[in-house]
């Protein structure tokens, strides 16, 4: 859609990525995407970025500087974690092959989502292998559970990987350098899947820096079971 302020404004469908009797049991299946702004650049390239009109969602913030990632450096960051945030970081490549970050990821990675650049693909990639132990999630064609979800992102040399990633329950969101965006959906089954941390592969990396926001609702009236209210 065009608003108001002449900007180009879509919305996505996100799919489920578990069992239809999972869906089934549920009572919903799917959910609509964060709104992303569309431009293009100078020279025809097609940009995109989350509306700035999300930055009101903001709550607490933590920020980290300048850490080295090695390929077996530590999963986590300590202080930083939560089912509901945004994050904005970016990230040298240095010599990796490999690099970005992990979320809702329990303390030893047993259960884990990664966001990253592979440099020789040149793409940004979510993997949701490890990110549940839920049977629901492995199911046949023409559902898709978990697995790599990636997009093309052609990334200059030198130039550095700047992620905003935006966490909520099962819906991980993902811009990359205002030219790249993915969703996916991971479904963890430990409570505690809530950890934030690094990874490299193939070398060792850097943060630049990196910014966590906890994140207020959107609406108060999400879907209920009960008396519990529930993310989707």
């Known amino acids: 859609m ?8 879509w919305w996505a469908w996100i799919h489920e990525k578990r069992s239809a009797e999972a869906q089934a049991a549920a009572g919903w299946a ?3 995407s964060l709104p992303k702004l569309l431009s293009l650049s100078a020279d025809g390239t097609l940009g995109v970025k989350p509306v700035p009109e999300l930055n009101v969602l903001r709550r607490t913030r933590r920020t980290i500087t ?8 530590p999963l986590l960051l300590k202080g930083f974690e939560g089912d509901c945030a945004e994050i904005e970081a970016e990230i040298e490549r240095g010599d990796s092959r490999q690099a970005g970050l992990r979320v809702r990821s329990t303390t030893d990675g047993s259960e884990q989502t990664l966001i990253g650049y ?3 693909s040149q ?3 979510c993997d949701t292998s490890a990110s549940s132990t839920d049977p629901n999630t492995q199911v046949p064609p023409p559902l898709r559970g978990r697995g790599i979800e990636s997009g093309a992102l052609e990334l200059k040399h030198g130039e550095l990987l700047r992620l905003r990633v935006y966490i909520d329950a099962s819906v991980i969101e993902t811009f990359a350098n205002d030219k790249a965006s993915l969703a996916d959906r991971a479904y963890p089954t430990n409570e505690l899947s809530l950890g934030i941390g690094l990874f490299a592969r193939g070398g060792t990396a850097r943060l630049r820096s990196m910014t966590l926001w906890e ?4 609406s108060g009236d999400r879907l209920t079971s009960g008396a519990e209210l529930l993310r989707v």
Request: charged residues 30%.
């Open 30 to 32: 799917g959910v609509m």
């Open 2 to 9: 065009q608003d108001e302020k002449g900007r180009r404004i």
């Open 66 to 73: 300048n850490q080295r990632i090695a390929p077996n450096g």
């Open 215 to 218: 994140l207020a609702p959107i």
């Open 118 to 120: 592979d440099h020789d």
């Open 123 to 125: 793409k940004l990639f």
